[in-house]
């Protein structure tokens, strides 16, 4: 689908690591003007993209104030990290706060900024990347499996009040080589004193294609999604998994 995207400005969150680099990169390839939000203002100047905004996504009042200085986007990708692991009876209450504040709070936010962008083109794209536990809840992840449930849920709301040619769809990546997954699995491995190589083959054993995923190939899912080709898939979750899901 070369050049799928040419004219179109976006919006990248956790641009500057992971399935966001891969997918900011993939999608200026396609032809966007595309702009990274990260914290990381080197790692994003790096990419060389159209634009950047180095900000924290838990401080929603410079979310606000900064998104003044991005021309109008039609492109949106809701992406940042995931809260830490551990079982949920063990987590504290602003634990969920807080995570429901990064993920669901900020997303909002950034939609109802770039939705009037949107309805003048009369055209818009807002991908979510969650996880493959809102489809099935990963052990010991439970703060990150509630507020991902609570992102899909939002988003099939949002889904039902968006004017035609405005779509909000979710990505559910499952285990994918990132920096984000190499912690966890190190985190797992610490819990059950065996060796991270250990973890790492547990869970690929659960993956029919054999292999962790890409970010790369997450990327490609998302350039589908927010091509005129995605045009007719909205309020949808799909899963970028490798098979692992056992849900049909």
Request: hydrophobic share 45%; proline share 5%.
């Amino acid at each position: 689908m070369t050049g799928c995207l040419e004219g179109r400005i976006g919006l990248v969150c956790g641009a500057s690591t992971g399935i966001g680099r891969a997918i900011a990169q993939r999608f200026q390839a396609e032809g966007a003007e595309i702009w990274g939000l990260a914290r990381n203002k080197e790692a994003l100047d790096d990419l060389g993209l159209a634009g950047s905004l180095a900000l924290d996504l838990d401080d929603l009042d410079a979310l606000e104030t900064r998104l003044s200085e991005l021309p109008p986007a039609v492109l949106l990708v809701n992406n940042t990290g995931g809260p830490p692991g551990g079982a949920i009876l063990d987590a504290e209450a602003h634990e969920f706060g807080k995570a429901f504040r990064r993920h669901v709070m900020a997303s909002h936010v950034l939609v109802r900024a770039l939705l009037p962008h949107m309805k003048n083109a009369g055209f818009g794209r807002i991908l979510n990347i969650v996880s493959t536990s809102v489809r099935e809840p990963i052990p010991d992840l439970g703060v990150s499996n509630t507020v991902r449930a609570a992102m899909a849920g939002w988003a099939k709301s949002v889904s039902k009040e968006l004017p035609p040619g405005v779509t909000i769809n979710n990505l559910l990546p499952g285990f994918t080589d990132t920096t984000r997954l190499a912690s966890l699995m190190e985190a797992r491995a610490e819990k059950q004193g065996v060796s991270v190589e250990e973890i790492e083959a547990s869970w690929i054993a659960g993956i029919p294609e054999g292999r962790l995923g890409q970010p790369e190939e997450i990327a490609g899912a998302a350039v589908f999604l927010a091509s005129p080709e995605g045009s007719y898939v909205r309020g949808q979750s799909l899963a970028v998994d490798g098979g692992r899901l056992n849900g049909i």
